[in-house]
T-cell receptor, first 114, second 115 residues
Framework: GENVEQHPSTLSVQEGDSAVIKCTYSDSASNYFPWYKQELGKRPQLIIDIRSNVGEKKDQRIAVTLNKTAKHFSLHITETQPEDSAVYFC?????????????FGKGTHLIIQP | DVKVTQSSRYLVKRTGEKVFLECVQDMDHENMFWYRQDPGLGLRLIYFSYDVKMKEKGDIPEGYSVSREKKERFSLILESASTNQTSMYLCATISLGGSNTGELFFGEGSRLTVL
């Protein structure tokens, strides 16, 4: 089955700086790569996703890049703000957009230092 | 807004007890999921269902079973709870149409402690 590795497990950045979280996956058939944000005590929520037919997607301060050849994808957050502090999970799916469930990475705890 | 409701936020059970975790969704989604979340391990798929009375094993089904008697309700069952099943359990549904295809909608979670 699919295996998703996520790094780093903890990332501390100064407010206003950029943060990058990286993930690799093992199943070359995977074609859907979402990112979820989980604030303390809350449920995970989708923040951005990318499908295998594109290399990059942006939504305001967040962007995701995908390299299918190398089987890795990354989350980029620019101009970080205190509300970006959370645990971020990458995930992958080969079942047409996650219909059979997602395989998640182990998470990155992003800490925004004031 | 999609609403996924888990009936119990916190449960404390004893080893060997049978445990039911209930999940109800109000968006008429076919697919429902049970994940387990542990610190440092992320979210791991236990079981999922794509239709009433249908179930499929996820990555860690051992020690669990599920029931889907109605489309809106998906239950996770621990036949004989063990201490290594102490965890946060998250139910989810998925949107498979429209602009948000692929988005998982999670419940608030059920934190189970097995003594």
């Amino acid at each position: 089955g699919e295996n998703v590795e996520q790094h780093p497990s903890t990332l501390s950045v100064q407010e206003g700086d950029s943060a990058v979280i990286k993930c690799t996956y093992s199943d070359s058939a995977s074609n859907y790569f979402p990112w979820y944000k989980q604030e303390l005590g809350k449920r995970p929520q989708l923040i951005i996703d990318i499908r295998s037919n594109v290399g990059e997607k942006k939504d305001q301060r967040i962007a995701v890049t995908l390299n299918k050849t190398a089987k890795h994808f990354s989350l980029h957050i620019t101009e970080t703000q205190p509300e970006d502090s959370a645990v971020y999970f990458c995930a992958a799916s080969s079942s047409g957009g996650g219909a059979d469930g997602l395989t998640f990475g182990k998470g990155t705890h992003l800490i925004i230092q004031p | 807004d999609v609403k996924v409701t888990q009936s119990s936020r916190y449960l404390v059970k004893r080893t060997g007890e049978k445990v039911f975790l209930e999940c109800v969704q109000d968006m008429d989604h076919e697919n429902m999921f049970w994940y387990r979340q542990d610190p440092g391990l992320g979210l791991r798929l236990i079981y999922f269902s794509y239709d009433v009375k249908m179930k499929e094993k996820g990555d860690i089904p051992e020690g669990y079973s599920v029931s889907r008697e109605k489309k809106e309700r998906f239950s996770l069952i621990l036949e004989s709870a063990s201490t290594n099943q102490t965890s946060m359990y998250l139910c989810a549904t998925i949107s498979l149409g429209g602009s948000n295809t692929g988005e998982l909608f999670f419940g608030e979670g059920s934190r189970l402690t097995v003594l």
